[in-house]
């Protein structure tokens, strides 16, 4: 059973505190319902792959109370501050440049040097933010494939005893995802519409803009298929690595790098990342990488190992 938390004191203290302990809890954001994690927290955030049950690792919304808050994790340039002051809090995401050293999960950029941040216009979802101090991780609290959620009982009944809690704050106003876009070099690109209509973008900005990609493609800098692959050639589902490779283990092995010496697939998610990019550091010219099981997050870390084995 899943925890219903009421639109309270009580239930917004309870909600931080979940996710302060890492846990999973759905909340409601003017446009839909996000499913939260803490976005330090790499296990939390591999869980909401897990619950969700996507297939690949596509980078997540990190939610923040405050223009102030997005500053200490992104590079705003002019443009994008004009952007923020305009339009939040509100449903519109900016994906900008991360800042070294932000404390945020690489799962949660999917590895990318960029990062979606946005100020949701919910109350209810500000207080949280406020309550936690950390970023949130929240992508629609659905699962993978599937609408997304506008009520509290569309959570529980796709997501169900997946999560921890869910924070009951009634219907989404806006019932659509936020719009997403990319300031780069003194031009806005739309990578997503939704909730912000563009006309109000372009009367802002007294310019058009026009869709770089829908759905669920991240585009540049996310060219996804190759990014984040190592500079060394990968060879995947090795159980007998050669001598002149370095092994990133899964499992009881022997390796270099082990993603999860136990075999836990929450925990070789949150490991991936930054494993892939020790591997560059290490400038291993081949690496091995022992099989995974094709079940639950491991689609999704097969997926990112696939896609780091392509040619390029
Ligand atoms: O309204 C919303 O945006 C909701 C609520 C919960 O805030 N969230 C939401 O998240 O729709 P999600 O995960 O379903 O969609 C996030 C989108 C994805 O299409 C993802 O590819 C894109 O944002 N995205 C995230 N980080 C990106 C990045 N660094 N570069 C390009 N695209 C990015
Ligand atoms: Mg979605």
């Not at 809090?89 to 991360?98: N, R």
């Not at 979606?116 to 659905?142: F, K, M, Y």
């Not at 009367?203 to 540049?220: F, H, M, R, V, Y």
Request: net charge negative.
């Amino acid at each position: 059973m899943t925890l219903r938390l009421s639109a309270d004191t009580t239930g917004i203290d309870r909600a931080a505190q979940l996710l302060r302990q890492g846990g999973l809890v759905a909340f409601p954001t003017e446009t839909v319902y996000g499913l939260g994690a803490d976005a330090t927290d790499a296990r939390a955030v591999a869980g909401i792959y897990a619950a969700k049950g996507r297939p690949s690792f596509n980078p997540l919304i990190a939610h923040v109370p405050s223009l102030q808050a997005a500053e200490d994790l992104v590079h705003l340039d002019d443009l994008a501050r004009q952007l923020a002051r305009a339009f939040w809090p509100g449903p519109m995401t900016l994906v900008l440049p991360l800042h070294d050293g932000a404390p945020i999960a690489d799962l949660v950029t999917a590895g990318l040097p960029t990062l979606a941040v946005r100020v949701p216009d919910a109350p209810l979802a500000l207080q949280l933010l406020e309550r936690i101090g950390h970023p949130v991780a929240a992508p629609s609290a659905n699962p993978s494939g599937r609408v997304s959620p506008t009520t509290a009982n569309h959570v529980e009944a796709g997501l169900g005893d997946r999560i921890d809690a869910i924070l009951d704050g009634g219907p989404c106003p806006v019932g659509l995802e936020s719009t997403i876009l990319m300031p780069v070099d003194g031009t806005v690109r739309l990578l997503r519409p939704g909730g912000l209509p563009v006309e109000r973008i372009e009367a802002l900005l007294g310019t058009p803009i026009s869709l770089e990609a829908t759905g669920d493609t991240p585009t540049a800098p996310g060219q996804l298929a190759s990014h984040y692959a190592p500079q060394g050639r990968v060879r995947l589902n090795v159980t007998q690595p050669d001598p002149d490779e370095t092994l990133l283990g899964f499992g009881p092995v022997k390796a270099e790098l082990n993603l999860s010496p136990t075999g836990d697939l929450t925990e070789a998610a949150a490991q991936l990342f930054g494993h892939l990019q020790t591997l560059d550091r290490m400038g291993a010219p081949r690496i091995a990488v022992s099989p995974v099981p094709e079940q639950g997050l491991g689609r999704a870390i097969n997926d990112r190992l696939r896609r780091a084995a392509a040619p390029r």
